[in-house]
């Protein structure tokens, strides 16, 4: 729960620390990037979470990353298989080292996810 506003807060394995706007904004770019298709899905950090639209009107609000992995998963079937190969233009992009931690840990779940 927010000690500020008192809303629940999903825990979020992403953010062991407790996500940030900042980390949010990341993370949209980093599960963007990893699109096959741009513009096909376009996901929007929010205080809240995210909001992942995609073609024919489909919009889901999620409160994890967990939750657009899922999303995108629907969209892109196939992404798992190309997740390694998606993923070697974005490390170059995020040479921040917490950015960089950040990819690694939602690239980690994207790969769990891929074995499930």
């Known amino acids: 729960m927010c000690g500020a506003c008192g809303r629940a807060v999903a825990a ?18 980093i599960l963007q990037g990893l699109c096959p298709q741009p513009g096909t899905v376009r ?20 409160a994890t990353v967990t939750e657009i992995w899922d999303e995108l998963l629907a969209v892109f079937p196939a992404l798992p298989e190309a997740l390694d190969a998606a993923s070697g233009g974005l490390a170059q992009r995020y040479d921040d ?20």
């Open 12 to 29: 979020d394995p992403v953010f062991p620390s407790g996500r940030t706007t900042r980390g949010s904004l990341v993370v949209a770019g």
């Open 97 to 116: 080292p917490g950015d960089r931690a950040l990819l690694e840990r939602v690239l980690d779940l994207g790969r769990d996810l891929r074995q499930t």
């Open 43 to 62: 996901i929007t950090a929010h205080a809240s979470g995210w909001s992942v639209r995609s073609a024919g009107g489909r919009h889901r609000v999620c």
